[in-house]
C-alpha cells in the first residue's frame, strides 16, 4: 500500500529561525551573500525581508521542512513567494502548492491571489491549472530582469 504523504503549511516562529539559518548559510533564501556567514548580518537581513511581507509561514512536507512561504496582502489581494530548500523534491514543490491553493479555495478566499513565474517554473503552474486550482491570465514579456512573467491567479469556488 501507497503511503499518504502529508503536507502541511504552519505559522513561522520564533523557533524557526535556526531553521532559516541554515538554509541561509545553505544559499537558499533571498539575503546578501555576506548574511549567509555573519549571524548578525543574517538577523538584519531576515528581519528585512520578512518586515516587506504581510504574513510568514513554514512549508513542511511528511513532516519535514521544505519552504518558508511569504504573502503580501492589501486586504483584497494575497501574492504568495517561496522559497524552496536545497534538496526539496519536485513531487514535494507540487504537493505544497496544490495543499496551499487547494486550502484557500476550500476556505472560500474573498478576494484574489495573483501567482507571477517566470519560464523555468510555468510548467509546474501549467500543472496546477490542470489540477483546477488555478487559472492562466496572460504574460508580460520582459515584465523583469529575469525575463518574461507568466501571470495566474487561484481559481474561484463556485460552489
Known amino acids: 500500500m501507497k503511503k ?3 503536507t ?4 513561522f516562529m520564533p523557533d524557526d529561525m535556526g531553521l532559516m539559518w541554515d ?3 545553505s544559499g ?6 555576506e548574511a549567509s556567514t555573519d549571524p548578525a548580518e543574517f538577523n538584519k537581513n531576515l528581519k528585512r525581508l520578512i518586515g516587506m511581507y504581510n504574513s510568514h509561514w513554514i512549508v513542511e512536507d511528511d513532516g519535514e521542512p ?4 511569504f504573502i503580501k496582502t492589501d ?7 517561496v522559497e524552496f530548500f536545497a534538496g526539496t523534491t519536485p513531487a514535494a514543490i507540487f504537493r505544497s502548492y496544490l495543499h496551499f491553493f487547494g486550502s484557500l479555495i476550500k476556505q472560500g478566499l474573498k478576494g484574489s491571489c495573483i501567482i507571477k513565474a517566470f519560464e523555468g517554473n510555468k510548467n509546474l503552474f501549467d500543472r496546477l491549472v490542470k489540477k483546477g486550482v488555478l487559472l492562466y491570465v496572460g504574460e508580460i514579456p520582459e515584465g523583469d530582469p529575469n525575463g518574461t512573467i507568466y501571470q495566474y ?3 474561484p469556488n463556485r460552489s
Open 4 to 6: 499518504k504523504i502529508k
Open 8 to 11: 502541511n503549511i504552519r505559522l
Open 23 to 25: 538554509q541561509c548559510k
Open 28 to 33: 537558499n533564501l533571498p539575503l546578501p551573500s
Open 66 to 69: 521544505v519552504a518558508a512561504m
Open 75 to 81: 486586504g483584497w489581494t494575497i501574492e504568495p513567494h
Open 153 to 155: 491567479c487561484l481559481k
